[in-house]
């Protein structure tokens, strides 16, 4: 086999497609999958993970529940705006039922399971709020050295669309972010919504994509309120697949040209809270300013070859 992944997640229609591109793909062993709350509910992002893998026809990937909320704050609202009511633009019922049970344990115990028991380290893709995998690296610190890469949809270079500051994933939950990304205890890649945005596919993509069989229809077919919402935001008939992004490069490293940077993640209530601060200057420019020491440099995705990425995750859904 090749890439070992887990795979983080609040589904969501971009999630759905990029749980279904891991599950599709041949070079991946896919350990698992965990939930958390986020796009909608707890109850429902668990739902959607275990209909998008039967979709697939994995019922060899367990699945486990993880956090309902953020570590300290209340979550102010789900992305039901963007995903619709159920996360999956009302058609989660459209999908097939899970073929396997839930699993008895919850997320952050199926996570250091499957850490502990790997014969190499493994890539985990966090695509939703944070909060699983700070839990996990605060309370099983014996499993840092198991995990080759932590690729992260989340954050902004520039603004946010949350908030004029914050990107989703780590405004709902700022604390957890700032956990694992400034902790410094495992490689992180970021790739930030500044990149999805980028890389949106229009319909006559979807169409394509519905075109190719079974899955793919049912794939297109989540995405009229997705479609809805990214018609104002782009500004054209398109959809920004966030996650799918993260996961092409999960999937295939280096598929995203990246570079590192400081980043600092602001955890005040002020109008910037969830904000990813990203020190872009040049580095000596940092080394001549006064203060405190750099925060955690981390790897962020800032480029891709777009008709490649594009290619890629179609080639891949569509079989």
Known sequence: MGTKLIIDT?????????IALAALSDDVELLGVTTVFGNVPLSATTRNARRVLALCKRA???????????????????????????????????????GRELEPVDAVSLLATL??????????APIGPLTNIAALLAAHPGV?????????????????????????NVWSDPEAARRVLGGGEVP????????????????????????????????????????????????????VLHDAVALAEAIRPG?????????????SFGPSRGATVVDQRRPELRADTEGSPDPTAVVVAVDTDLDDLRAFVLGRLAG
Do not use: Q
Request: hydrophobic content about 45%; charged content about 20%; proline content about 9%.
């Open 255 to 267: 598929i995203l040209r990246t570079e590192t940077f400081p980043i600092e993640v602001e955890c």
């Open 144 to 168: 840092h050295d198991k995990i080759a890469r932590v690729v992260i949809m989340g954050g902004a270079l520039g603004h946010g669309n949350t908030t004029a500051a914050a990107e989703f």
């Open 10 to 18: 609040d589904p969501g229609v971009d999630d759905a497609f990029a």
């Open 115 to 124: 850490l502990e028991a790997a014969d190499e380290p493994v890539t985990v």
């Open 60 to 98: 060899d990937v367990p699945v486990a529940a993880g956090a309902p909320r953020p570590l300290v704050h209340p979550h102010p609202h789900a992305a039901r705006y963007a995903h619709g009511a159920d996360g999956l633009s009302g058609r989660s019922a459209a999908l097939p039922e899970p």
């Open 188 to 239: 992180c890649v970021l790739v930030p919504m500044d990149l999805t945005y980028r890389c949106a596919v229009d319909t006559g993509w979807l169409g394509t994509l519905a075109a190719s069989g079974p899955v793919g229809a049912a794939l297109d077919a989540l995405t009229p309120d997705y479609l809805d919402h990214y018609r104002k935001a782009l500004g054209w008939d398109g959809v």
